[in-house]
């Protein structure tokens, strides 16, 4: 079965910093661009970045909202994404979701998502 | 940045009815688009890609079109199982962008 895992989301204060990470199975993880897609408390969707297979030097693409705070990373020999997050605000606050994206461009398999709070 | 503005943000139907939404794109996007259905507390489920072609496993009342600046999703007959939100995004260029999104509901 295809499946993305989200974790390490939390309570972090603002300023903080938090990494989020995202476990692929049933599918080449090698293979794919991967996206976090994050969605605020009762709002709309949110495109947080990209990252690019090795055939295209993991070269990365970010949210104007996001960039020089937020760093997606991956690991193909462990099938994981990761979500670097710094400087953290409250407009932050979310839940993320890792999401596969298809040799298409589009957003075929998504995790269930983990929710990252930003509050003092 | 391409802004998408859906149409309307909240429709209310019912059981067999026929339902459109609509997304409209600031600058042309020849057919980089997709629409994504949510139900509550789910993630997100792509339909549609590259504006008309249907998903594999999504019903066949769903149906897309449309090119450059005008999209349309139509739900022919609605089941209960359709009532949700839906997105329309875009591909085309960065950074992606979403559709502020349509509530379809129960009448």
Known sequence: E???VESGGGLVQPGGSLRLSCAASGFTFSDHYMDWVRQAPGKG???VGRIRKRANSYTTEYAASVKGRFTISRDDSKNSL???MNSLKTEDTAIYYC???NDDYYLDVWGTGTTVTVSS | DIQLTQSPSFVSASVGDRVTITCR???GISSFLGWYQQKPGKAPKLLIYAASTLQ????SRFSGSGSGTKF???VSSLQPE???TYYCRQRSAYPITFGQGTRLEIK
């Open chain 2, 56 to 59: 594999s496993g999504v019903p």
């Open chain 2, 25 to 27: 794109a600031s600058q």
């Open chain 1, 82 to 84: 990761y979500l670097q």
């Open chain 2, 72 to 74: 349309t999703l139509t």
């Open chain 1, 99 to 101: 999401v596969r994206v």
């Open chain 2, 82 to 84: 359709d009532f949700a």
């Open chain 1, 45 to 47: 969707l949110e495109w």
């Open chain 1, 2 to 4: 295809v499946q993305l």
